[in-house]
C-alpha cells in the first residue's frame, strides 16, 4: 500500500442526504476511486451501499471494500423508544432483542455498523443529548451497554445480520459546563472514573468493535487528543485493541480547541493519541502524509492504525464478500413488518406514570365523551423524537390514532383550538398531549429553561380550569420542570419519544391493557436551579435537617427532585417484606445473596421493578448516599407473591480508595432493596464484611 492509500483508509465522508433518503451525488465517487475513502457514514439502502461499494472493490487499486456506518440510537426502519426512555424498561433482555432487531433492519440495509450505543451517564437535563443516554447511573448504563454491544454485534460480526457496535462518546461528555452542548467539561477524577468510565468497560467486556471518543475534553485535553485516556487508559490498561473513530469533524477541532496549530498538527495528535478514523475532518487526508514526511508521525503508527481498519473489515466479512449486508440478508421492509410488535412492547414498557390521583387512569373503555388536545396529540411525526434518519415517519402513530383503536366504544374528540371550550366543558375527561417536539431534544439541543411554552401554558390553564378530570401526557427528551402540571393535573404520563408505536403503546398504558412498569431512569428536577440532581450523592457534613439554617439545602425550593430516580406508578399496589440476606458477615471475595419477598396487594395483574442499592457508610473515603447494584422485574397476579433474589458479587463492594483503586473496604455495608431511590420506601439489612485471612 502507499502512503496515500493508507491515509485513504483512515478517511471516512459522510453521503450527505437528499431530501427523500440518502442521495448519491453529494458523495464524491471519484474521492472513492482514488482510495481516498476508507468508510461511508449516512448512506443507506442495499442498492446504495453496493453502488458505493462497485467503486472501491472494482475501480481503486488495491480494490478494498468500504465499511458503511450510520446512526442507529434507537432502531433503523422500526424505531424503539430513545434510549432514556427504553432505560425506564430496567429490562436488559428487552435492550437486547431491540438491539438484535436493529442490527437486522440496519444490515439489510447495507451498513455494516452502527455509532451505537451511546453511554454518557447523563445527570443534567439541559445538556439536549440526555435523550440518547440510558440516564443518570453507572451501574444502568453498564448493563444497557453489554445488551447493545451484545445485540448488535451477536456472537460474531461477520453475520450478515449482525452490524459492528460504537461505543461512544468516550467519556464524560455528558458534563459539559452547564448543560451547554460542545463546551468544556468539569470532572474530578474520581467521578470520571465511577461513574462515566464504567458503561465504557461494560462495553468493552461485550466486546465493542469501535470507540468513538467526546467531541469535549478531560481534563483540559479534547478527548480526541487525549492520549493519556485513549493511548494509557483504553488501549494499554483496558486492552482495547478494536477501531478508534473520531467523532464528526473532531480531529480538526483540536485547531480550535486550542491544543493543535493546523490540520497537519491535529492529525499528529490525534494519530498518536490512538485515533484511527478521521471522520469528516479531513485533517488526516490532508495532513498525515505531510506529517510522516516531517518526522513527526512514524510510518508503524500510520500501519498501526491501517492494522486495526483492515481487522475490523476483516471481522465483519468483507474482505470475504463485500457485498455481504447487500442482498443476502431478505430486504429491510420483510424484516421490519415484524418489529412492530417489539416496537409497541418496548414502547409501553418505558412510558412512566408519574402521577395518578383517585384511579384517574385508567380510562374505561365506556364511559363519556373523552377530549383529546394539545400540539402532540396527532403528531405522528415526532413520535419518532431525535435520530431517525431512515425511517419514513408517516409510519409513525399518534396517541390520537392509538386512542381511536383503543377505545371503539367511546367518543373521542378532537377539537380544534376554537373550540376547545365547548369540547372541554363537557368531557368526561381531558387527555392534553404537551411537551417537546423531537427536534428540541437530540444534539444541539442545550436549554436553560426546561418548561413549556406560553400556548401550552395557557391550554393546560383552560383545560385545569374546568375541572374535568385531566389526563397529561408528557412527549420529551428530558425532564421538563412543569411543576404546575404535576400540581394541578389528575395523572401524567412521561411519554419520552416512544417510536414507531408510540400511539398504540401509550393507548395501552392509558387504558390499562398495559398495566405501566416504566421507572425513571433519571431524576426529575423540580426547577432548572436544582441541576445537576442525580440519587447517588455523597452525603454533606450538614445534611439537610441537621440545623434549620446551616445545613446543605435551598432556602427557596426543597432538596428532592420532583420524581425521585425509579419512580413509577402502576394501577396495582406491590408489598415488600422479610429482606434476608444469605449471611450477616462475608469474607472480602465473597459473594451475598438478597431476597425479598414481593406480594401484588391490588386488584390488577401488574409489573414489578425492585432495586438493590448498597451503602458503604464508613470508608476511607466518602461514599454515595446509594449505590445501585441490581433490579429484577417480577409480573404478579393480584394477590400472588414471589420472592425475588440478587447475588451480589465481590465487586458490587468494591469502590475507589483515595488512591483510585478498586478496593472492597471491609466494615459494614447498608443492603436496601425497594421500588425506587427512595430511602423512605427502601428496606434496610446490614452486613459486615470482614478481611480475609490468610493462613
Ligand atoms: C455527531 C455526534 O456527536 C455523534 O454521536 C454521531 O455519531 C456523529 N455526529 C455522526 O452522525
New binding site residues.
Partial sequence: MTLAEKVGQLNMVTAHMADTGPGMAPLDLDAVRRGEVGSV?NLWGAENTARVQRVAVEETRLGIPLFFGF?VVHGHRTLFPVPIAEACAFDPDLWQRTAVHAARETSADGVDLT?APMLDVSRDPRWGRMVESPGEDAWLGMRFAEAKVRGFQGDDIASPHAVAATA??FAGYAASIAGRDYATVELSERTFREIHLPPFQSALAAGVAAI?PA?TDYSAVPLTGNAAILGDLLRQSWGFDGVILS??GAIAELVPHGVAADLQDAATVALHAGVDIDMMGNAYLSGLEAAVEHGKVSIDLVDTAVVRVLRLKHALGLLDDPFRRMGENGTWEAIASKGRDLARDAARRSAVLLTNRSGTLPLASSGGPIVVAGPLANAWREMAGPWAGAVDLEQNVSLAFGLEQALPGRELRFPSEDEHGAAMADAETIVLCLGETAEMSG?ATSRTKLDLDEDQRRLFDFAAGTGRPLVVVLFCGRPLTVPWIFERADAVVAAWFLGSEAGNALADVLTGAWNPSGRLSVSWPRDVGQIPIFYGQRPSGRPLGVDPKYSSRYIDSPNDPQFVFGHGLSYTAFEMSDLRLSATNLKVGESLEVSVDLRNSGDRAGEQTLMVFLRDPVASVSRPLLELRGFASVFLEPGDSESVSWTLGPEAFEGLDAGMRRTIEPGVFEVFVGPCADVEQLLKVSISIEEKTIN
Fill in positions: 457514514f446512526d455509532f461512544k462518546h468513538m467531541f467523532d464528526y444534539e
